[in-house]
Structure formats: structure tokens, C-alpha cells
């Protein structure tokens, strides 16, 4: 029996509409992620999805915060087996930058942003902020911690937005971002350690 003629629980319905939208934001960019275009992806209506998310924007936002639990989920996990020396910090690093550069957060950002959705950082702000709390030495008070992950956070976005270039034009590999961002959290790690005597 196919998707479009099986009868799915509201759940799934949402589940599935933002594993499309995920793809088309990936494939072909923020422009792509019409009510129309994901519903036609999954076999649903137009109508279907509007009750779901009320409007394009409203998809795009629940977009972003699907985006952002999965990534800061697994960025998480980086940062504690870092911690103890199971990963690497250069995990950490590729994690964040690519959820921007290749998974499309910073595309969906911008796109959102410009299209007037001026509330289109808040899921991945609220996600960012929950990740640095649940793992933070003291939860909301780890100000190192803020800093940190506000740092990282920064590069990531602006080298996802203009990082080709710009590293080019000033003659750098095309990594040199990634490279600075692995150097400053490694002392951030080396920080902890120290603190914590791991």
C-alpha cells in the first residue's frame, strides 16, 4: 500500500512532511519549501499540510526546530564523549559547522529572515540554549560555556554564509574556519579537563 493511500496518524503526517522539507532545504534551498512542493514530495495535499503548519512560514519554523533538537542531540553527545576523550573536538566542530554549510540551517535562516519571518531564529536559539544548559558545569550559569558555544555558533553561520569566498579571496584553505573553531574549543576542553581533573 502506498503513503498517500495508507491513513497516518497526525504524527507520522508531520514527521514525514518535515523529512521532506529537510531533503528539498538540502537538495534545492529554502525557496523549495512550499507547503505545495513538500506535499507533493510525500503524496499529501496542500490542505493536509496547512493544518498541520498553518502557513509556508510556519513550516519553514517548524523546519528550523526539527533541524535544531536532531543537530544540538548530536552535537551533545560530541561535547560529553569529548569530555572524556571518546571523540574529538574536530567531531564537535564539523557537527556544527555542517549543520549550517550542508544540512541548510544557515540557508533556511537567512531565507526565513528575509522573507519577513522575523521569529525564524528563535527554535534554534531555544535548541542551542537547552543544549548548553543540560551540559553546562551549573546549567544556565556556565558563562565559559555561553561563550564557547556563542563563538562556535558565529563561525559556523558566517562560514556557511560567506566562508567560500571569503576564504578565498583572502588566499586561506577552504577549512580555515573550521580550523580556528577546533583550536579554540580544544583549549575550552583542555579548560574542563583541568578544572575537573579528567
Known amino acids: 500500500m502506498s503513503i498517500a493511500k495508507r491513513r497516518l496518524s497526525p504524527e507520522e503526517s508531520r514527521s514525514m512532511a518535515l523529512a521532506a522539507a529537510r531533503d528539498l532545504l538540502i537538495e534545492t534551498g529554502p ?13 499529501r495535499t496542500h ?3 496547512l493544518h498541520h503548519f498553518g502557513s509556508a512560514s510556519g513550516l519553514q519554523k517548524a523546519l528550523a526546530a526539527y533541524l535544531s533538537n536532531e543537530v544540538c542531540g548530536t552535537i551533545g553527545q560530541a561535547i560529553l564523549k569529548s569530555r572524556t576523550g571518546e571523540g574529538s573536538v574536530r567531531d564537535i566542530v564539523d557537527l556544527t559547522f555542517d549543520a549550517f554549510d550542508k544540512q541548510g540551517a544557515a540557508a533556511l535562516w537567512s531565507w526565513m529572515m528575509l522573507t519577513g519571518n522575523e521569529d ?17 558545569e551549573g546549567g544556565h550559569e556556565d558563562r565559559e560555556m555561553h561563550e564557547d558555544t556563542l563563538t562556535l555558533v558565529l563561525m559556523a553561520l558566517g562560514d556557511a554564509l560567506i566562508g567560500d569566498r571569503l576564504s578565498g579571496s583572502l588566499g586561506l584553505v577552504r577549512d580555515s574556519a573550521r580550523d580556528m573553531a577546533e583550536r579554540q ?14
Open 120 to 136: 525564524a531564529l528563535d527554535p534554534i536559539v531555544d535548541a542551542i540554549h537547552a543544549l548548553v544548559d543540560d551540559i553546562g
Open 31 to 43: 525557496q523549495s519549501v512550499t507547503l505545495k512542493a513538500v506535499a507533493g514530495r510525500i503524496g
Open 185 to 198: 574549543l580544544e583549549h575550552a576542553v583542555e579548560r574542563w579537563r583541568e578544572e575537573h581533573d579528567v
Open 47 to 49: 490542505a493536509n499540510l
